[in-house]
């Protein structure tokens, strides 16, 4: 079945490390996404791709990088400058019938 | 811009019918999402409407009137396993989702 894979489901990151979030697709999709979300709050946009080698940055990049050099893979690292990384992270694309489709997500917890 | 809003939280009976409005505010779009979101998993998609008028799945209903502004999610004989969170989202040919805050629905025995 096509889907989204992100790993890991649970990460601690220490003070000052970089940490990257995993996140894979075999629905063919051109557009994927990262999104953060906060406890009760909605989805902010951290990063997007149309495209493979092309990327943009949402509304709240800063302390973010990716890296989009396949089709299937779009890896968000969290640098040490996010000053406020504990979060639930999202992966998603676009394409299809359903708008988006959304990966399991990744909860990032620093310690 | 398109501002979007949604009640912060709501609580129903079980058994019972429920509906989560979705107010906006832009210059024009062409569908609306909703999407419904389990506490710790990832939003799943609900429902869709481009055109003004009632679309109906199941216990899941969602309406659109793009004159007025707004849509609403229309939950009938609810489920404990309804309570969840629930996002709308504007949608524009080439451009990114716009997600409402999400409204969280606590459904009582």
């Known amino acids: 079945d096509g889907g989204i894979t992100q790993s890991p489901k649970y990460l601690f990151r220490k003070e000052g490390q970089n940490v990257t979030l995993s996140c894979e697709q075999n629905l063919n999709h051109d557009a994927m996404y990262w999104y953060r979300q906060d406890p009760g709050q909605g989805l902010r946009l951290i990063y997007y791709?149309?495209?493979?080698?092309?990327?943009q940055k949402g509304d709240i990049a800063e302390g973010y990088s990716v890296s989009r050099e396949k089709k299937e893979s779009f890896p968000l690292t969290v640098t040490s400058a996010q000053k406020n990384p504990t979060a639930f992270y999202l992966c998603a694309t676009r394409g299809g019938t359903y708008g988006y489709t959304f990966g399991s997500g990744t909860r990032l917890t620093v310690v | 811009g398109q501002n979007i809003d949604q009640p912060t939280e709501m609580t129903a009976t079980e058994g019972a019918i429920v509906q989560i409005n979705c107010t906006y505010q832009?210059?024009?779009?062409?569908?609306l999402f909703w999407y419904q979101q389990h506490a710790g998993e990832a939003p799943t998609f609900l429902s869709y409407?481009?055109?003004?008028g009632l679309e109906e799945k199941g216990r899941f209903s969602s309406f659109l009137s793009r004159s007025k502004g707004y849509s609403y999610l229309l939950l009938k004989e609810l489920q404990m396993k309804d309570s969840a969170s629930y996002l709308c989202a504007l949608y524009n040919y080439g451009q990114n989702f716009v997600f409402g805050p999400g409204t969280r629905l606590s459904v009582l025995p």
């Open positions: 791709s149309q495209i493979v080698n092309d990327f």
């Open positions: 832009t210059s024009g779009f062409n569908g």
């Open positions: 409407n481009v055109l003004d």
